[in-house]
């Protein structure tokens, strides 16, 4: 599913201040080889194993009109064999290594990783490298895989109401900006699609230095970087296209859009356009966002569920987000479920007035706390998990944003002051920077069903 | 994000026999004053501590007409004790950054709690944890919310084909057992529940002498001992025998039912009761199943289903073990009118798996995977905890895990294939496809 919540990453100096120390991992080490792969590794030897994960700088933002999920087709196809590791024998060779792979596509990103015990990351390595120069890409292959990609379109958005609800907000919220398309295309550009495609874009994009190799675990720095060198190494750098910056024109007024889907709740989606984290060191809005979110939804205690959910009892459900971790506009979310016998009218309305009110009298000081606290916590946290560490640093880094700004940033989210939150909900909450999607919710009975019509249309 | 596959949950792999100490897991268990068991594992490697407090308590412990006080009565603790509002319960736990979560299951039900190991963090949220175990207020306008937010989830639920599939599938394969309950309940059973019958259930079911603790974390053995007294020493105390499920009836024939549904794709599972967390076929049939459908991608059914054919994005089988026989499932989704040739591709690979058993080379592999892949299924605090969580639960020996590890390297393909024959019966099985549509004349390329 989208994550609403992508929450800023937290570092551990910091941690000193609430947790007597910072044990089992220890800072990460950068190093670049000559063909420009990037090498991060986060040493934590808590447990005998590894993770990797190759990330590539692309992904939905770099498609074009026509051929939209291209990305993530690409990414299904690195499975289906190289020039010298046949079909299906890449899984085969990590599950007998005892290990687990699987693959993401967001809209900044392509990564694939594999978690390992810590001898037979060179295994993953190897094969990592394989497929970054010799995809075979063969059009037999291409056929059935476009199917599985399609079951994934009607599992995961075509027969998930609030999954369509989502995709028409991002394609009103934007005009111009590629965010504006599904990650996992359009129906029928996915119905259209050749192997042609997937091929042009692997030899525009799979290149060393658009990758960045991330590895967690109990590694020893200098030895990944040997075997990052003699298996990456010799694959030569590439001249990358001109990323072009699309910047979305300014918005003119509030935007809605109605999705009519077979549901028994109604639901309602309201983005703002709102700035991402562009420098970690210099901006103030993005962290004050971030409290903002954590006022409203960081917990069970937190507003939107204190007050729709449980004062009010207007709403079921209650959520509050921001996405500031991105190549491209931010945005800051809020999304609720009527209660049964409430409208999508009166949440919306239930919604306004918890932004009225931060605008009017901004947050108290024993919010804000809890936000910082949870947010201190949180990081702790996320350390269990070495996955998690690793998926941090690469959203991080396919935004352009290096990790060595963690401590940076918790150290920026402490300083928020709730001044600033409210500042940021005067100037954030408008109707001009607004979409609206609403589900209208279909009865079952007489919804036709036929192949769905192209494009944007399909949702009716 | 678009993940190139969501595994199902693979069933944590548990079998029981007697044994030395661990080797691979230092478990320390000892039991409360009141009788509580105890798991513990001591690691200071990062400043938290991970938490839970089970019992007998899950919706099989339901009656049909109540169905759903068990779920409730779990979804209530929080909502306010001991003097605390249900505001002053969440305050509380967010001031210092814990978050409390629970099980609910067929057979379980509990508490859990993550927390800063740190002295001020860790003493406010135990304190909240102890308190909306032992004396939980149910306040009968919270119950009132949450039946109306409740019966709104479930109906929304109750037209998705996923929904359908499911409830459909239990209430054929277990019939009058409870399994066959819907975790939460019915819609009409949840606007029946009352405040007394969480109070009745809570005196039942969340009684002292029947709580597994599980702890993992940032403490000694000593602070340990004394979370484990203070999370369970107000609980209700009964010399009632510890509640028991009843037996579950195998299934004398198979069934088929097909249900229409709008949705672009069908939703189909295969399935029967299967095994228990103690059953002696466990090891065979877990290992079994890997090659069958539980392996992801290196899986025949994923082969079969997915990587020849394209049929389907998800397309897996499992076993689900619990207390009492859990269901053995195959499960999967495809584009409508493709519901006839993916119904018939999985049929055939269950049938030839049930009479061939695995491959020599296939067993080999699956064995590589487990035990290579041992050290990922304890890499983190949140692993290890639920593993305490079920062998104390279960009842299982503290060597389980390197009984387990053994028992994979020595098993045979003779014995997998023997224990699928007499425990899988291809005949037997409950069919269910939500939404499919009668495939095109000669479209099938299926055998």
Not at chain 1, 99 to 106: E, H, I, K, L, P
Not at chain 1, 111 to 127: D, M, T, V, W
Not at chain 1, 380 to 393: F, G, K, T
Not at chain 2, 32 to 37: F, Q, S
């Amino acid at each position: 599913m989208f994550s609403f919540k992508r929450k800023l990453q937290l570092a551990c100096a910091v941690l000193a201040l609430v947790a007597a120390s910072c044990p089992a991992a220890t800072d990460a080490t950068e190093s670049k080889l000559a063909n420009g792969l990037r090498v991060i590794v986060k040493p934590d030897r808590r447990a005998p194993v590894a993770v990797m994960l190759l990330l590539y700088k692309v992904g939905s933002v770099d498609e074009v009109n026509g051929v939209t999920g291209v990305a993530h087709v690409l990414e299904h196809m690195m499975f289906k064999g190289t020039a010298g590791t046949p079909v299906g024998e890449y899984s085969r060779l990590i599950a007998s290594a005892g290990g687990r792979d699987n693959a993401y596509t967001s809209n900044d990103l392509t990564g694939y990783f594999a978690s390992l015990g810590k001898s037979q990351l060179e295994l993953a390595l190897r094969l990592e490298a394989d497929r970054m120069a010799n995809l075979t890409l063969s059009p037999e292959e291409f056929t059935k895989e476009i199917r599985v990609v399609m079951e994934e379109r009607r599992l995961r958005t075509d027969d998930r109401p609030r999954s369509l609800v989502y995709e028409q907000m991002m394609a009103t919220a934007l005009t111009a900006h590629p965010y504006r398309r599904p990650i996992i295309g359009w129906m029928n550009d996915l119905e259209n699609m050749r192997v042609e495609d997937l091929r042009e874009f692997y030899q525009r994009w799979y290149a060393p230095n658009n990758a960045t190799l991330v590895v967690v675990g109990d590694v020893v720095p200098a030895e990944v970087l040997a075997l990052a060198g003699k298996y990456f190494g010799g694959i030569p750098a590439r001249d990358l296209p001109a990323r072009k910056p699309q910047d979305e024109p300014a918005q003119l007024g509030v935007k809605r859009v109605t999705v009519k889907a077979p549901a028994e709740l109604p639901y309602v989606l309201m983005a703002f356009r709102a700035p991402p984290l562009r420098d970690p060191e210099r901006d103030t809005e993005p962290y004050a966002l971030e409290m903002l979110a954590a006022v409203l939804d960081g917990s069970q205690a937190a507003r939107l569920n204190r007050t729709l959910v449980r004062k009010e009892r207007i709403a079921s459900s209650a959520d509050a987000g921001y996405d500031g971790i991105a190549r491209g506009p931010g945005f800051f979310y809020l999304s609720a479920t009527p209660t049964p016998g409430k409208t999508a009218a009166e949440v919306e309305a239930g919604l306004r007035r918890e932004m009225a009110k931060i605008i009017e009298h901004g947050v108290t000081q024993d919010e804000l706390e809890r936000a910082k606290a949870q947010a201190v916590a949180q990081h702790v946290y996320e350390r269990d998990s070495m996955l998690v560490q690793a998926r941090q640093i690469a959203s991080l880094e396919a935004a352009d944003i290096s990790h060595r700004t963690l401590d940076v940033q918790l150290q920026k989210l402490r300083e928020v002051t709730s001044e600033q939150v409210r500042e940021v909900a005067r100037k954030y909450f408008r109707d001009d920077a607004l979409t609206i999607a609403t589900l209208d919710p279909q009865p079952l009975a007489g919804v036709k069903r036929k192949p769905p019509p192209p494009g944007l249309k399909h949702v009716q | 994000m678009f993940n190139r596959l969501i595994a199902p949950a693979l069933a944590a792999a548990l079998a029981a026999t007697a044994g030395p100490a661990s080797a691979l897991l230092p478990i320390q268990y000892w039991q409360t004053a009141g009788g509580a068991r105890v798991y513990f594992v001591e690691n200071h490697d990062l400043p938290m501590l991970d938490l839970s407090v089970e019992f007998p308590a899950g919706a099989g412990y339901d009656r049909p007409a109540k169905a759903g006080a068990a779920s409730m009565t779990q979804r209530l603790l929080r909502a306010g004790a001991d003097k605390m509002t249900e505001e002053d319960v969440e305050q509380r736990l967010a001031d210092v950054g814990a978050q409390l979560g629970g099980r609910f299951d067929n057979d379980r039900a509990g508490l859990s709690l993550r927390t800063l190991s740190s002295a001020r963090e860790r003493q406010q949220a135990l304190d909240v944890f102890a308190r909306v175990l032992r004396a939980p207020d149910f306040p009968r306008a919270v119950l009132e919310r949450e039946k109306v937010r409740l019966i709104g989830s479930l109906k929304e639920a109750d037209i998705r084909p996923e929904t359908i599939v499911s409830r459909t599938f239990y209430r054929m394969a277990y019939g009058d057992h409870p399994y066959a309950l819907r975790d939460s309940g019915e819609v009409e059973t949840v606007k029946a529940l009352t405040r007394e019958d969480l109070v009745q259930f809570h005196r039942r079911h969340y009684v002292a002498r029947y709580a597994v603790v599980a702890l993992i974390g940032d403490v000694t053995r000593a602070e340990a001992e004394a979370i484990a007294e203070q999370v369970t020493g107000g609980l209700p105390k009964s010399s009632a025998e510890e509640p028991v499920l009843p037996p579950v009836k195998g299934l004398a024939s198979g069934a088929t039912r097909s249900i229409p549904h709008h949705a672009a794709q069908a939703h189909i599972v295969i399935g029967a009761p299967g095994i228990s967390r103690t059953d002696p076929d466990y090891i065979a049939l877990f290992v079994g199943n890997f090659v069958l459908g539980g392996g992801g991608f290196v899986s025949r059914i994923m082969e079969e289903v997915r990587s020849k054919r394209g049929l389907a994005y998800s397309a897996a089988s499992y076993f689900y073990p619990l207390q009492r026989e859990g269901p053995f499932v195959i499960s999967m989704q495809t584009r409508r009118d493709q519901a006839t040739q993916a119904l018939e591709v999985a049929q055939a690979t269950l049938a030839e798996f049930v009479k061939s058993g695995p491959s020599e080379e296939e067993l080999a592999a699956a064995k590589r995977n487990i035990v290579n892949g041992f050290p990922l299924r304890i890499d983190s605090n949140r692993k290890i905890h639920e593993y305490l969580a079920t062998i104390g639960f279960y009842r299982l020996p503290l060597t389980y895990l390197d009984d387990f590890v053994r028992n994979v390297q020595s098993v045979t393909a003779a014995e997998i294939r023997d224990a699928f024959q007499r425990r899988i019966r291809p005949d037997r099985m409950v069919t269910v496809v939500v939404g499919g549509e009668p495939a095109k004349a000669a479209g099938a390329g299926a055998r």
